[in-house]
């Protein structure tokens, strides 16, 4: 049986520097009934955000048994607690997912008093709409499993389609990266009031112009036309990226095919 513990070292124990300010468990005194817990995916972004709260991590360890079954042990009680569980769909998907449910009922059935998922990449995303014959709506399944597994309340980030909220009975917050965009930009691009905001597809003209409209920069897309049915795609590059620097934008790289693509354009 293979066995992944997480690291329950925080920035509690240890004390917590903000701003240069030694702050020794002082969010942790302030929120007493907050417990983070991290799934397989990503316990790096789970420490850094339990360390920007001065919390420590909850201890859970996960398990696959020898017939790839997951199990996963709370170590700590949840009893009467606010509970988030840390997980992202990307990487290996399935196991993450069933492992960020099994997670969710446990703490459920352990009493705590109310479990958030934090998914920052929401698994099944592009399954959002039937748009073919017998095709499934998969992010619909998956927020309906994440319900009855016991899930109050979801946080996650950039919904590929922001119509995945009303496929939830319980509350749903669709954070934003574009702040955190913003700032990259204009602290590791020196030219950037003289670059072009581009969109790999038509589909992403809104986000592509609310960051353009902030850096106060022109936007451009990529349009995609297809002459016949069985025929490649041709790109069309609609706005004007000529001696400027492009910055292209998408909420979501798979093969990064779209993106590499457009590069090229």
Not at 35 to 46: A, E, M, N, P, V
Not at 72 to 87: A, L
Not at 125 to 154: E, F, T, Y
Request: some cysteine; proline content about 3%.
């Amino acid at each position: 049986m293979a066995e992944r513990r997480v690291d329950p070292r925080g920035a509690a124990g240890r004390g917590a520097r903000w701003n240069g300010k030694e702050e020794e468990g002082a969010a942790a005194a302030a929120m007493p009934n907050i417990k983070i817990f991290s799934g397989s995916s990503h316990q790096d972004l789970s420490q850094k955000i339990a360390d920007r709260l001065g919390l420590e991590l909850g201890k859970v360890v996960t398990k696959k048994f020898s017939n790839q079954e997951t199990c996963v042990e709370i170590g700590e009680s949840v009893r009467g607690e606010d509970v988030y569980i840390v997980q992202s769909g990307c990487g290996e998907i399935n196991d993450n997912l069933m492992e960020l449910l099994i997670m969710i009922n446990a703490c459920k059935i352990a009493s705590a008093s109310r479990v958030t998922a934090v998914i920052p990449c929401f698994p099944y995303a592009r399954q959002d709409k039937k748009d073919k014959s017998r095709a499934p709506i998969s992010a619909k399944l998956v927020a309906n499993m994440l319900s009855v597994a016991g899930a109050d309340h979801i946080i996650t980030m950039d919904l590929h389609a922001s119509q995945i909220q009303g496929f939830f009975d319980i509350p749903v917050d669709n954070l934003y990266a574009e702040p955190a965009v913003l700032k990259w930009i204009k602290e590791n691009i020196a030219e950037w009031k003289n670059c072009t905001i581009v969109s790999p597809d038509a589909g992403g003209a809104k986000r592509v112009t609310s960051i353009a409209d902030r850096l106060n920069v022109d936007f451009a897309l990529i349009h995609k036309e297809r002459k016949k049915a069985n025929e490649v795609d041709r790109m069309v590059l609609v706005g004007d990226v000529k001696d400027r620097v492009a910055i292209l934008v998408d909420d979501m790289a798979d093969t990064c095919g779209t993106i590499c693509h457009a590069a090229d354009k």
